[in-house]
Nanobody
């Protein structure tokens, strides 16, 4: 069974940077989009950023200009470069892979805490 494993979370001060990584443990065929979601305490999971197979990206307004999503199709990996972090970015960040056919794959999450 293919698993997605996120890494790179941690504690960072406001204004700081982190890079999240997500890699698949096996092969996933016909990937459509790869995305990052986040869920803050007491809130619903929300979409942060998406990248298509062709490299087109889309961001939530709250992270535009601060976060950058990228992917490595050959390795089935997706990254999230996060700059100018704010306390409101504190959340559990999840990786998502959506094939053209079949169910989505989800990681278990990596915690990002932005605090002084």
């Amino acid at each position: 069974q293919v698993q997605l494993v996120e890494s790179g979370g941690g504690l960072v001060q406001p204004g700081g940077s982190l890079t999240l990584s997500c890699a698949a443990s096996g092969s996933i065929s016909s990937i459509n989009t790869m995305s990052w979601y986040r869920q803050a305490p007491g809130k619903q999971r929300e979409l942060v950023a998406t990248i298509t197979r062709s490299g087109r990206t889309n961001y939530d307004d709250s992270v535009k200009g601060r976060f950058t999503i990228s992917r490595n199709n050959g390795k089935i990996a997706v990254y999230l470069q996060m700059n100018s972090l704010k306390p409101e970015d504190t959340a559990l960040y999840y990786c998502n892979v959506r094939p053209y056919v079949g169910m989505d794959y989800w990681g278990k999450g990596t915690l990002v805490t932005v605090s002084s």
